[in-house]
């Protein structure tokens, strides 16, 4: 069974700052999906971005990007130019492409503040 | 609009009383699946389904039920809620298994059995 691991249960950084959130994983499978997902408090569920495992090339949105390194089974998520509106809390999350366990498992969740 | 809509947003009920979560989606999309968010633990997953009549397990399906009779729709059924089933429930539905495309997930589901 799979398992991810969010070792950082709260952050806070100044507006305009940069900040990395660190995820790592445990899977035996080689074909995987991994996400970050963004809570606000309004609840809602939204996708920040997403990484295919067979892909070297790190993903990047806008001011979001992810440091993916697969050997180490390492998925950080690196914030640029954080503004106020990332307040949030943010869950890193995998799931297999393999039959029969086709199951989504997220991490405990890291809540990030950011400081005007 | 694109949304998955669950339904109801908060619930009060009593230990016994079986009730249904209903989940629907207007995306045509044939994974769904349902997740409870709890503090410290973050979501996890209840049930999925990657197709009509197809459901499978999660991580925490014991207490619940579900069933996938048409594409859309995916409710989750607690036939005696228990204390300890109080949660943060949400449905989400994606194109397919691989989430290529994006995920969207529903409002939530705030339970509470006394």
């Known amino acids: 069974a799979q398992t991810v691991t969010q070792s950082q249960p709260e952050m806070s950084v100044q507006e305009a700052e940069t900040v990395t959130l660190s995820c790592t994983y445990d899977?035996?499978?080689?074909?995987?999906?991994l996400f970050w997902y963004k809570q606000p408090p309004s609840r809602q569920m939204i996708l920040v971005i997403r990484?295919?495992?067979?892909?070297?090339q790190n993903a990047t949105e806008n001011r979001f990007s992810v440091n993916f390194q697969k050997a180490a089974k390492s998925f950080s998520l690196k914030i640029s130019d954080s503004q106020l509106g990332d307040t949030a809390m943010y869950f890193c999350a995998f799931i297999s492409l393999n039959f029969g366990n086709e199951k989504l498992t997220f991490g405990t969740g890291t809540r990030l503040t950011i400081i005007p | 609009e694109a949304q998955v809509t669950q339904n109801p947003r908060y619930l009060i009920t009593v230990t016994g009383k079986k009730l249904t979560v209903t989940c629907s989606q207007n995306m045509n999309h044939e994974y769904m699946s349902w997740y409870r968010q709890d503090p410290g633990l973050g979501l996890r997953q209840i049930y999925y389904?990657?197709?009509?009549?197809?459901?499978d397990k999660g991580d925490v399906p014991e207490g619940y039920k579900v069933s996938r009779k048409e594409k859309r729709n995916f409710p989750l059924i607690l036939e005696s809620p228990s204390p300890n089933q109080t949660s943060l429930y949400f449905c989400?539905?994606?194109?397919?298994?691989?989430?290529?495309?994006?995920?969207?997930f529903g409002q939530g589901t705030r339970l509470t059995v006394v």
């Open positions: 990484q295919e495992a067979y892909k070297q």
């Open positions: 989400a539905s994606s194109f397919d298994i691989s989430m290529n495309t994006e995920a969207f």
């Open positions: 389904s990657m197709n009509v009549e197809v459901t």
């Open positions: 899977t035996s499978e080689n074909n995987y999906y």
